[in-house]
């Protein structure tokens, strides 16, 4: 006789509606060390759901005892997630209190996919594009005046950034719940604005410090020597050069080439220049 297979669907209400506080700041911060195998499962059908349930697990087991609760509860997450893996405890934070308060499946899912998108734009540019062209710029910096401590300074800084933010993040996250939802929405646009403008801030100081384009063209007219570098582009506007050349690897990356394409394209414009003495 064949065995009987239980098979689980998720379902909106629970077996055991029974609202209890059992989540501590243990579990919390268990599932946040748990939420940087995030991406360790990822593929393009579900992104980061496998990860996403996977650091859930410890919190979930504890709020559901009724074993159907939990198998809904686990494959309503194990559905598609996609956001930025350094804002997720925000999200986790939110949803493990709805879970604690039993709050009805389809809220907690509208709520977890309504957050995905804005926290994914708000850390790349906050990680992406600000604190990582900071902290390399620092570290590399460094290193190219032969302090060893530029690699460590910068994995430290960045680091320390990155852990401090995923843990504060889930217990604020928990804490305030779906009021810190509120909060979000008023300050996005601001967070990310500001974010942005100091990222490209940035970018601009590392573009005029490390990117090194010079014309090395003097034009002879009788007893007058006129340097281009010096004496034309440099007055126009400094690090001028490097800039367009930026625009332009920037403009061919927007069409499509490939990185591989704009350093050859680099490497042989160097080579011309610095065989027909312009560079």
């Known amino acids: 006789m064949a065995s009987e297979e239980k098979v689980y669907e998720i379902q909106d209400e629970y077996n055991d509606p029974s609202v209890e506080k059992v989540i501590t700041k243990k579990d919390l911060n268990k599932m946040t060390w748990r939420s940087l195998l995030l991406q360790a499962s990822f593929n393009y059908e ?14 979930l087991k504890k709020i559901h005892k009724d074993k159907k609760d939990l198998s809904s509860s686990l494959l309503d997450h194990l559905q598609f997630f996609n956001t930025h893996p350094f804002l997720v405890t925000f999200i986790q934070g939110i949803i493990l209190a709805m879970e604690e308060n039993k ?61 401090s933010l995923l843990f504060w993040l889930m217990h604020y ?10 909060g979000l ?70 069409k499509g080439r490939s990185p591989i394409t704009l350093i050859g394209i680099t490497v042989l414009i160097g080579l011309v220049g610095s065989f027909f003495k312009i560079f």
């Open 173 to 182: 996250g928990y804490n305030t719940g779906t009021r810190a939802i509120s």
């Open 46 to 59: 579900r992104m980061q759901g496998g990860g996403w349930t996977y650091s859930l697990i410890p919190g």
């Open 103 to 163: 709050e009805n499946r389809t809220t907690i899912r509208g709520i977890k996919i309504a957050l995905m998108g804005p926290l994914g734009g708000i850390g790349d540019a906050m990680f992406w594009l600000t604190l990582l062209p900071i902290t390399a710029g620092i570290g590399a910096s460094l290193s190219m005046h032969g302090n060893v401590a530029g690699p460590i300074l910068f994995l430290v800084i960045f680091n320390a950034v990155h852990f």
């Open 185 to 254: 929405k008023e300050n996005t646009k601001k967070i990310s604005r500001a974010a942005t403008i100091v990222g490209l801030t940035v970018i601009g100081a590392l573009i005029a410090t490390y990117v090194n384009f010079n014309l090395d063209w003097t034009i002879h007219a009788g007893k007058v020597n006129l340097d281009i570098q010096k004496g034309v582009l440099n007055q126009i506007m400094p690090k001028l050069l490097p800039l367009l050349y930026t625009f332009f690897c920037y403009w061919m990356l927007k």
